[in-house]
Structure formats: C-alpha cells, structure tokens
C-alpha cells in the first residue's frame, strides 16, 4: 500500500496539524463502508466534509472509476491517510 498511517499517540501532533499538513497534498480518505478516494486535499470543514481534487475512487485494491472534483460528506469518513509522493 502507498499510504503513510498516522499515530498521533506516537507523536506530538494533534488531528488539526495533520489535517493542515496535507492541504493541498495527495491523500487516502477512506469511508465506513470500505470504498477509498484518492486525490488532491482542496479543502474541509468543521464536519469533516472533503473536497478532492484529480480524486480517483478505488475499491478492493483497485482502481474503479476515476472523478475528477469530489465533494464527500463528513460523517462517511472512517480516515483520511498521506499518500507518498510518487
């Protein structure tokens, strides 16, 4: 897998750092019924609603259908991961 875990417990950071550490930045939001976006962080709010930019949808390890701009509402999200750079 190509994503980086966040263990806040092992570091000083809190959820807010990380959330503006990866603006602007490729990350994995993973949703609770398992189907994974990928894209470009554009921006979230208070609820955690998400906007991707160049997002991909990946289920099961696999690329299913590439969006675009995607907007995800906030309490369908389990996590949200760094991707590394390619």
């Known amino acids: 897998s190509r994503?980086?875990?966040c263990f806040f417990a092992m570091s000083r950071k809190n959820p807010g750092d990380f959330l503006k550490s990866v603006s602007e930045k490729k990350v994995l939001v993973k949703l609770n019924n398992g189907t994974e976006y990928r894209g470009i962080l554009a921006c979230l709010d208070g609820y955690l609603n998400i906007a991707l930019e160049n997002g991909e949808?990946?289920?099961?390890?696999?690329?299913?259908?590439?969006?675009g701009d995607i907007l995800?509402?906030?309490n369908n999200v389990l996590y949200?991961?760094?991707?590394?750079?390619d």
């Open 72 to 74: 995800i509402r906030g």
């Open 3 to 5: 994503w980086l875990p």
């Open 80 to 85: 949200i991961s760094a991707l590394k750079k």
């Open 57 to 67: 949808e990946w289920e099961s390890g696999a690329l299913k259908k590439q969006h």
